[in-house]
């Protein structure tokens, strides 16, 4: 069955570094992938989206990457800030399907 | 402002009561979807729908239906039978199916707790 793994649970970075999020999916072959950040108590807000194929993509501080071949995805946030902190969740889409399937979230924290 | 709005943000139910649960939205998008999150998981489909009047089973339907009679609107009810309904639920909406890789736009979200 398809299943996507993101990397640990909770992530803790001092401000200022690179946070690097991996999102691993098996028995896949999405045609996208798309990255959400969720706050607390609210509803996941997308971020970016990476079809399969394109290597890398870069909206401000966020670049995604995406390879076929390992079947992952890797989320990085630059110069990271605490407003930051929040839980990121990965989406990979198979283009004929009618719904997405969201990975469980990597938390992230900014400590200042 | 176009956006998707859920009512209410908190909604507390007595055991072997069903509950709806509101979700509009005026983005003109055709799909709309219902997740559930359980605390430390992640997203769960419930129901879809891509047109009015049409709507699929997700991954997790049982106890629930939904109605889809106006393009802008998509209520869940939780029924009675649903075993284990505390939950924060979210809808969601998209200009297309997943298929196409339209991103999806979230309400608030509800959060149900029965008591």
């Known amino acids: 069955s398809q299943k996507i793994e993101q990397n640990s649970e909770a992530l803790n970075i001092q401000e200022g570094k690179t946070a690097t999020l991996t999102c691993n999916y098996t028995n896949y072959s999405p045609a996208y992938l798309q990255w959400y950040r969720q706050d607390p108590g609210r509803g996941p807000v997308f971020l970016l989206l990476?079809?399969?194929?394109?290597k890398e993509k870069r909206k401000e501080r966020l670049k995604v990457t995406f390879d076929t071949t390992l079947k992952q995805s890797l989320f990085h946030i630059t110069a990271s800030q605490p407003a930051d902190s929040a839980t990121y969740l990965c989406a990979p889409g198979v283009g004929s399907a009618r719904q997405l399937t969201f990975g469980s979230g990597t938390q992230l924290t900014v400590l200042p | 402002d176009g956006g998707i709005t859920q009512s209410p943000k908190y909604l507390f139910r007595k055991e072997g009561q069903n509950v709806t649960l509101s979700c509009e939205q005026n983005?003109?998008?055709?799909?709309m979807y219902w997740y559930r999150q359980d605390p430390g998981q992640g997203l769960r489909l419930i129901y879809y729908s891509q047109i009015v009047n049409d709507f699929q089973k997700g991954d997790i339907a049982e106890g629930y239906s939904v109605s889809r009679e106006k393009k802008e609107s998509f209520p869940l009810t939780v029924t009675s039978a649903q075993k284990n309904p505390t939950a924060f639920y979210l809808c969601?909406?998209?200009?297309?199916?997943?298929?196409?890789?339209?991103?999806?736009?979230f309400g608030p979200g509800t959060r149900l707790t029965v008591l």
């Open positions: 969601a909406s998209s200009i297309g199916l997943a298929g196409m890789g339209g991103e999806q736009f």
């Open positions: 990476i079809r399969e194929n394109e």
């Open positions: 983005l003109n998008h055709d799909a």
